[in-house]
T-cell receptor, first 109, second 112 residues
Framework: EDKVVQSPLSLVVHEGDTVTLNCSYE??????LLWYKQEKKAPTFLFML????IEKKSGRLSSILDKKELFSILNITATQTGDSAIYLC?????????FGTGTRLTIIP | NAGVTQTPKFQVLKTGQSMTLQCAQD?????MYWYRQDPGMGLRLIYY???????DKGEVPNGYNVSRLNKREFSLRLESAAPSQTSVYFC???????????FGQGTRLTVV
């Protein structure tokens, strides 16, 4: 069965810190790995990664995939209070999109 | 540009009642999904539909049925609601597998 494991489950840091969120996966016929941010309502898309070693960047957020070791990381530098959210990692295998439990990130001003 | 629309946004049911959650997307996407989200559990896949006319079970299908009515619409039915089905339900769609999935705003369902 497809599986996505995220760590840590919860993280509290001060504004300005850098954080690294982890995602490991086991999935049949891997197609892509996606990161989402969820604040109060629906998840919003951050990144999609399909190839190993290619870093995706968007402002202070970046992500990289290692298909050999079956994991991905999401980095956030110079964190701001607006980064407080649940970050969800997900995998497309065959036709299914499977999510991990998420990492709840809290940024203290 | 509506994207993915779910109805209703909130619902309270009594144990044993039935209801259907509606989902429609206007992006001509092939794949559609239903998830439930409980505290600390992330998003768990209930059912998905890779294309019009096909549906498959996900991780937690028991107690639910789905219908892919046409390419736009994918409904989720609870035949006999139970308190364990109290949750937030999300519908999502993607052009096809491995592409970005777009989410509806969710339905908060309480079964008493």
């Amino acid at each position: 069965e497809d599986k996505v494991v995220q760590s840590p489950l919860s993280l509290v840091v001060h504004e300005g810190d850098t954080v690294t969120l982890n995602c490991s996966y086991e999935v049949t016929n891997f197609r892509s790995l996606l990161w989402y941010k969820q604040e109060k309502k629906a998840p919003t898309f951050l990144f999609m990664l399909t190839s190993s070693g290619i870093e995706k960047k968007s402002g202070r957020l970046s992500s990289i995939l290692d298909k050999k070791e079956l994991f991905s990381i999401l980095n956030i530098t110079a964190t701001q209070t607006g980064d407080s959210a649940i970050y969800l990692c997900s995998n497309f295998g065959n036709e299914k999109l499977t999510f991990g439990t998420g990492t709840r990130l809290t940024i203290i001003p | 540009n509506a994207g993915v629309t779910q109805t209703p946004k909130f619902q309270v049911l009594k144990t044993g009642q039935s209801m259907t959650l509606q989902c429609a997307q206007d992006m001509n996407h092939n794949s559609m999904y239903w998830y439930r989200q409980d505290p600390g559990m992330g998003l768990r896949l209930i059912y998905y539909s890779a294309s019009e006319g096909t549906t498959d079970k996900g991780e937690v299908p028991n107690g639910y049925n789905v219908s892919r009515l046409n390419k736009r619409e994918f409904s989720l039915r609870l035949e006999s609601a139970a308190p364990s089905q109290t949750s937030v339900y999300f519908c999502a769609s993607s052009a096809r597998a491995a592409y970005e999935a777009f989410f509806g705003q969710g339905t908060r369902l309480t079964v008493v």
